[in-house]
Every structure is written in C-alpha cells, then in structure tokens.
C-alpha cells in the first residue's frame, strides 16, 4: 500500500484505473487492528492499487472528501468515486471485503 504524500499525489492515485483509498491513523485503535489483514486483501483485490491517506497528516482534505470517521476507504474507478465505506465503526476484514466485492 502506497503512502500519499500530498494532494497532487491522492488525485494522481484517484485516476489510476481502480484505486481502493484507506484513511486512517496511527493513533487509531481501530485502525490498528484491521492493518495486518491490508496485505491479504489487497492480495485478494489485485486489480486495484491500495492507497494510504494519514487523516492527521490531510485533515483538510479528508474534510473535502467527507472523512468524518477512520478507518474510512473510497474507491474509485478512473477518477470517479464507485464507493465509500465510510463511518466512525470499527471495519473487520469481512466488512472490507464485501465493500470491495459489491463494487461495480
């Protein structure tokens, strides 16, 4: 999972073919636990590249994106958002991963 550095480098991420985008935080116990399943579901999902946002680092930007609960993961489709799981709950690696299956 890449690590976005700066908006120009999310926006470049967005307009990959099919991006999956996790917002988090290192402080985030929640965030905490679903981090070493990541590896396996982007194994599973190969046909999307994984993106990393640290919410403390883009706050502003996660504000613009309507970021309001971590862990948060938007996907997009050549720039075009195709889902969101977005909410302040804890996610468990099924929860990722029917998101994951239910886009189109």
Not at 28 to 44: A, F, L, R, T
Not at 61 to 72: A, K, L, R, V, Y
Not at 91 to 97: D, L
């Amino acid at each position: 999972m890449k690590t976005i550095q700066n908006k120009q480098e999310f926006d470049q991420a967005i307009r990959a073919n099919k991006a999956i985008v996790m917002f988090s935080a290192d402080w985030c116990p929640d965030c905490v636990i679903i981090k070493p399943v990541m590896p396996e579901i982007e194994n599973q999902f190969s046909d999307y590249t994984f993106f990393y946002v640290d919410r403390d680092e883009h706050i502003e930007h996660c504000q613009n994106m309507d970021i309001f609960g971590i862990p948060s993961f938007l996907a997009f489709d050549n720039g075009v958002e195709i889902g969101r799981l977005v909410n302040k709950d804890r996610k468990t690696k099924e929860q990722i991963r029917n998101f994951i299956d239910s886009l189109v």
